[in-house]
């Protein structure tokens, strides 16, 4: 059985301290002169949800970069409910200002576990405030993110989000996803394997190969 996202999936920008520190010196730039007071969101579009195991094919010519982040899932009664691992899948771009949604809307640009796991596991949202989660290509160590250094923690990021929007049960709300040191965030190609893994949580496996010319 292969699970998919019921609602909308809706991931966070800048949400990570070392990712913030690197964007700062830009945020006094054109369009916006000021830095964002508010949680940046974008969605993840049907279209990219990739059950886990599948394999994705990459853009011709394009960067692709994999992205680790946690998962809230909303239940009934409109706060989280379960919690998930996804890779959240980009091609490479140099600007948040209106990213087009070819960047992040390609095809199985959303790797998925095969369930969620219900927060009462998990020890609730407390349980997470220290999860660290590992990303690995071919089974080599590329990246650790851990929640810690959140900018908006996760009952603050729900807070603010509700401030302007209403969380319906079945949507799934990203945390956001931690860059490299050098801005960038692991690279895939074709042939390329991508786990990402935390405690508690099943993990999300993702495999990469060439486009095939249509």
Not at 187 to 197: C, I, K, L, P
Request: glycine letters at 10%; a negative charge; charged letters at 20%.
């Amino acid at each position: 059985m292969s699970w998919t996202p019921p609602g909308t999936v809706y991931g966070t920008l800048l949400n990570f301290r070392g990712e913030w520190a690197q964007w700062q010196p830009r945020m006094q730039d054109k369009p916006y002169l000021a830095p964002p007071k508010a949680p940046v969101l974008y969605v993840k579009t049907a279209n990219t949800f990739a059950p886990h195991g599948t394999a994705v094919a990459l853009p011709t010519g394009e960067a692709v970069e994999a992205a680790a982040s946690l998962g809230l899932l909303i239940g009934g009664d409109g706060q989280p409910s379960h919690a998930l691992l996804v890779n959240d899948v980009s091609v490479a771009h140099a600007s948040y200002y209106r990213p087009p949604m070819r960047f992040r809307n390609r095809d199985g640009f959303l790797g998925l576990p095969l369930e969620p796991t219900p927060l009462a596991a998990l020890g609730g949202l407390d349980g997470l405030a220290l999860l660290e989660i590992e990303l690995r290509i071919h089974g080599v160590h590329k990246q650790t993110t851990t929640l810690r250094d959140l900018v908006r923690d996760i009952p603050a990021l729900l807070r603010d989000v509700a401030e302007f929007m209403t969380l319906q049960p079945g949507d799934v709300l990203l945390v956001g996803s931690e860059a490299l040191p050098d801005g960038t965030r692991p690279r895939v190609a074709a042939g390329d394997a991508v786990e990402v893994s935390a405690p508690g949580l099943k993990p999300v496996l993702q495999r990469f190969e060439e486009e095939v010319p249509a």
